[in-house]
């Protein structure tokens, strides 16, 4: 059963109490940091360039206080798939993707397959690329609560309903999608270790087993959509129930306020984005 352990794995989406130094920022703050880094991860394709982003980000995670084991721990569920998607670039991106600051190199071919220096240098840049998003994303929902982000995101988009911007159902929308990853990491658990003491066989064990282990998570595709729109429905009662009503009119009770701490880490932030966007070209490698 300990295979089917979902729920310790997932990192989006689960808040842990503390009093760091990132937990005390400003919501609107992280997700203004958040927004930079993903702008600036979006158009740096060097291999220095990722390390130096890679680099903040693990030093944001740092600060956190926040096992940086238990991140990476998070990673554990879609390895399957990354290992599959960095196999299909080194084999057949090789001709494809010319290597940055580098002439391009061959060190294997056969028919349409080949490892080139461009294939190598794409997947080490795309692993860093991934963990820099997932650490931010995990970094937000592990030091701030689903209702704040809702309060945060609300108030960033707040000077857009004007153009008829829907900020508060935006907000609830995001809230709700992100507090229904760990539910559903849970009843993917609870479905699993069902079937598994009916004699289900989910593939365990081997090197090449994840395949068959994939093949197998089909059966639970059924019941997990089942219980998610019996959740929904739930949720829209509930909240019915309460009188919900969105939009314009709507009082609130939290108020945020920017501190100096708040403005010194998303300066430092943009400074250190815009050094790397100015200077990516002169990045050696």
């Known amino acids: 059963m300990e ?8 990192t989006i989406g689960q808040y842990f109490q503390g009093d760091s130094i990132i937990h005390r920022l400003d919501p609107r703050a992280k997700i203004t940091i958040l927004l930079i ?5 979006s158009f740096i394709l060097s291999f220095t360039g990722n390390v130096l982003l890679l680099s903040w980000c693990i030093a944001l995670v740092l600060l956190s206080g926040i096992s940086f084991r238990f991140m990476l ?3 554990k569920p879609a390895l399957p ?3 599959i998607f960095a196999l299909m670039q080194l084999f057949f991106y090789g001709d494809a993707y010319p290597p940055y600051g580098m002439e391009s190199v ?4 056969w028919g349409i397959m080949s490892i080139t220096n461009g294939s190598i240098q794409l997947v080490i840049v795309t692993l860093m690329r991934f963990l820099e998003i997932f650490f931010l994303v995990s970094l937000l929902t592990s030091t701030t609560t689903t209702t704040n982000i809702a309060y945060a995101i609300e108030s960033m988009l707040e000077p857009f309903q004007r153009l008829r911007v829907p900020a508060q159902e935006i907000s609830l929308i995001g809230t709700i999608a992100l507090r229904f990853v760990p539910i559903f ?14 004699g289900a066989d989910f593939g365990e064990g081997g ?3 994840f395949v068959k282990r994939t093949r197998q998570m089909v059966t639970l595709i059924v019941p997990l959509f089942v219980d998610a729109f019996r959740r929904a429905e739930d949720l829209i009662l509930a909240m019915d129930a309460r009188c919900y009503t969105g939009g314009r009119g709507r009082t609130k009770i939290v108020r945020f306020h920017m501190q100096r701490v708040d403005l010194l880490f998303i300066a430092f932030t943009a400074v250190f984005g815009v050094l790397i966007m ?3 070209n002169h990045f050696p490698i």
């Open 73 to 75: 721990s998070g990673i």
């Open 37 to 41: 880094l993903v702008v600036v991860n």
């Open 81 to 83: 798939l990354i290992v």
């Open 106 to 109: 061959t060190y294997w071919r």
């Open 207 to 209: 090197v090449f087993q």
């Open 185 to 198: 990491a849970e009843q993917m658990e609870i479905i699993m270790k069902a079937q598994a003491s009916r």
């Open 3 to 10: 295979n089917f352990e979902f729920l310790r794995n997932v």
């Open 278 to 280: 100015v200077f990516r």
